[in-house]
C-alpha cells in the first residue's frame, strides 16, 4: 500500500487519486495569499512562544525560516506545487524543509479553517484600501473635468428627453455624489472585515493559552471574533465587499453608458481620445467607444460573483466546509475588475473633450425653458396649475410654428396670458434658467461652484 505523504495524511492508508487532488487543489488562486499567510505565521508563532508552546531558539528558526520562503518568492525562485492543495500546505511543507522537526509545531492550536479566514480578511483589508484611493481618483478626475468645463450648459434629461437646461458641472458631479456613497460603503465594510478569527481553531477554539489581544495587535485587527464557530464560517465580509462592488460597477455603468451615448453621431456631446477608442476591422470610418462598454458590461460579472457567494453561504450549516473554498475566485475576480475598471476610467475620463458648441445647440432645442415661464407666470399670481396649462399651449403653439421659445414676441405672448410682460425675455435663455436653480442642490453656477469646492476638500480631508 503506497504511503500518504500528505501533512494530514497519519489516518489515511492510500493517496488521493490524482484526479481528487487536482479537482480540490486552490492553489491555483489562493498563492496571492502568500505574504498574509506569512506574516500570520509569523506572528502565530511569536504568540505560541508567549504561550510557552516554543522556544526562543525555535522561535527565532520559525520565523527566518518563513521568511527565506517569503523571499523565495518575491523573487519567483520558488515555485508553488500543486500536490500541497493550497498556500497554507506549501508553505508549512516549505517550512519543514528549511528548518526541519521544528516546523512540524507552527501549527499547535491552528486550523486552516481559522487560517485561511484570517488571510483571506488581511488580504481584503488591504484591498479595500486600495479600492477607495483608485474611487478618490476617479472622483479626482471627475471634479478636474467639471472646473474645466464650469461654464457649459447642457440640456438636462428625464426619460432621456431634453428636460430642463442644467450645467455639465452639476452633471458631472452627480457621480461624484454617487462614487462619494461607495467610499463610504467600502469604508464600512473594511470595519466589518477587520476582526481576527486566528484563535478559533478548526471551530471550538484551542487549548493553548494562547494572547489573542496580542495576536490581533501583532496583524494589525481592531477586533477578535467574539465566536470561534462562527469565526470560521463566517463569509459576511466577502459579501460585504462584493456588494458594495456591485453598486459600485453599477454606478460606473451608468456613466459608462452615458459617455458611449454621449459619443455617438446623434448626440456628438463628447470626444473620446484615440487613445481609448477602437477602430471597426470592417467599417474603415469607425471610432468605437470599447473601454465605456467594457466597464459597463463587466459589471455584469460581478453582481455575477454576489450572487454565486449569497448562493454558495446559503443554508451551509456550522461550521467550516469545503464549499468555503469557492468564495476566493469570486472575490478575486470582483476585486480585480473593479480595480481595472476604476483605473481605466479616471483615464479615460481625463482625456475626454466636451463639446461645448453642440451642448449649446442642443440645450435651445427642445423647449427646455418652458417651466421657467411657468415659474414666470406662478410669480405674476397665476395659480401653478393653470400656469402649466397656458405654457402648454404656448409650446404647442411654438411647435406648429416650427419655432424656439425666445423666438415668440411678446404680443403673441400675450395673446396666451395678459400677465406677461417685456421682462419675460430674461427668463428664456438657458443661462437664466440654469441661474434661476438656486436652491441647495441645484445647478446654479453659484450652488455649482459650492459644490466643487466641497467636493474637493472631502478628496483633501479624506486622503489625510
Ligand atoms: N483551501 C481551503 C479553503 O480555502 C483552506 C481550508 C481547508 N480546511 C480544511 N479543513 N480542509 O477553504
Same mark, same amino acid.
Request: aromatic residues 8%.
Given at each position: ?18 484526479? $481528487? *487532488? ?25 504568540? &505560541? ?5 516554543? $522556544? ?40 519543514? @524543509? ?5 516546523? /512540524? ?18 488580504? &481584503? ?26 461654464? +457649459? ?13 442644467? &450645467? ?12 462619494? !456613497?461607495?467610499? @463610504? ?57 462584493? =456588494? ?53 458590461? %463587466? ?29 476566493? *475566485? ?10 481595472? =475598471? ?14 461645448? @458648441? ?5 440645450? /435651445? ?19 401653478? !396649475?393653470?400656469?402649466?396649462?397656458? +405654457? ?7 411647435? *406648429?410654428?416650427?419655432? @424656439? ?31 434661476? /436653480? ?11 461652484? *459650492?459644490?466643487? %469646492? ?8 479624506? %486622503?489625510?
Amino acid at each position: 500500500m503506497s504511503k500518504n505523504t500528505k501533512l494530514w495524511g497519519g489516518r489515511f492508508r492510500s493517496p488521493l487519486a490524482k484526479s $481528487a *487532488e487536482a479537482f480540490s487543489a486552490s492553489i491555483g488562486y489562493d498563492a496571492r495569499l502568500y505574504p498574509q499567510d506569512i506574516m500570520q505565521s509569523i506572528a502565530y508563532a511569536k504568540t &505560541l512562544k508567549k504561550a510557552g508552546i516554543l $522556544a526562543e531558539a525555535e522561535t527565532k528558526k520559525i520565523i527566518r525560516g518563513l521568511e527565506e520562503i517569503k523571499r523565495g518568492l518575491d523573487s519567483g525562485r520558488l515555485h508553488f506545487r500543486s500536490e500541497f492543495e493550497d498556500v497554507h500546505m506549501n508553505i508549512e511543507a516549505w517550512l519543514i @524543509e528549511k528548518v526541519g522537526e521544528v516546523g /512540524k509545531k507552527l501549527h499547535t492550536g491552528r486550523s486552516r479553517n481559522d487560517q485561511v479566514a484570517t488571510d483571506l480578511r488581511m488580504y &481584503l483589508k488591504w484591498e479595500i484600501t486600495e479600492t477607495i484611493v483608485l474611487i478618490t481618483r476617479l472622483q479626482a478626475a471627475i471634479i478636474d473635468q467639471a472646473e474645466q468645463n464650469i461654464s +457649459v450648459i447642457m440640456p438636462g434629461y428625464t426619460h432621456l428627453q431634453r428636460a430642463q437646461p442644467v &450645467l455639465l458641472a452639476h452633471h458631472l458631479l452627480a457621480y461624484f455624489e454617487m462614487l462619494q !456613497r461607495d467610499r @463610504e460603503r467600502f469604508n464600512q465594510t473594511h470595519e466589518r472585515v477587520d476582526v481576527m478569527p486566528l484563535g478559533s481553531g478548526a471551530l471550538s477554539g484551542t487549548n493553548f493559552p494562547l494572547d489573542r489581544a496580542y495576536l490581533a495587535k501583532e496583524l494589525g485587527f481592531y477586533r477578535i471574533s467574539a465566536n470561534s464557530m462562527d469565526a470560521v464560517s463566517d463569509r459576511d465580509f466577502v459579501i460585504d465587499y462584493l =456588494s458594495a462592488a456591485a453598486v459600485l460597477m453599477m454606478h460606473l455603468s451608468r456613466l459608462a453608458d452615458e459617455i458611449i451615448i454621449w459619443s455617438s453621431y446623434e448626440f456628438g456631446f463628447v470626444q473620446i481620445s484615440d487613445s481609448f477608442s477602437t477602430g471597426s476591422s470592417l467599417m474603415p470610418q469607425k471610432k468605437n467607444p470599447d473601454v465605456a462598454e467594457l466597464v459597463r458590461g %463587466k459589471s455584469g460579472r460581478v453582481f455575477g460573483h454576489l450572487v454565486s457567494l449569497l448562493t454558495l453561504m446559503k443554508g451551509l450549516p456550522l461550521t467550516y466546509n469545503r464549499d468555503l473554498q469557492e468564495d476566493k *475566485e469570486q472575490l478575486f475576480g470582483s476585486i480585480d475588475t473593479v480595480k481595472s =475598471s476604476l483605473s481605466i476610467f479616471s483615464e479615460m475620463i481625463k482625456t475626454i473633450k466636451f463639446n461645448q @458648441e453642440v451642448m449649446g445647440k442642443a440645450v /435651445k432645442k427642445g423647449y427646455l425653458t418652458a417651466t421657467d415661464v411657468v415659474y414666470y407666470l406662478v410669480v405674476q399670481g397665476v395659480p401653478f !396649475r393653470e400656469a402649466h396649462e397656458i +405654457v402648454g399651449k404656448i409650446v404647442n403653439y411654438c411647435e *406648429e410654428s416650427n419655432m @424656439e421659445l425666445d423666438y415668440i414676441s411678446l404680443n403673441q405672448l400675450k395673446q396666451f396670458s395678459s400677465k406677461f410682460s417685456y421682462d419675460v425675455q430674461r427668463i428664456l435663455s438657458a443661462k437664466a434658467s440654469v441661474e434661476a /436653480k438656486d436652491t441647495i442642490g441645484g445647478t446654479s453656477p453659484k450652488r455649482v461652484k *459650492e459644490a466643487l %469646492k466641497r467636493a474637493r476638500a472631502h478628496l483633501l480631508h479624506d %486622503k489625510a
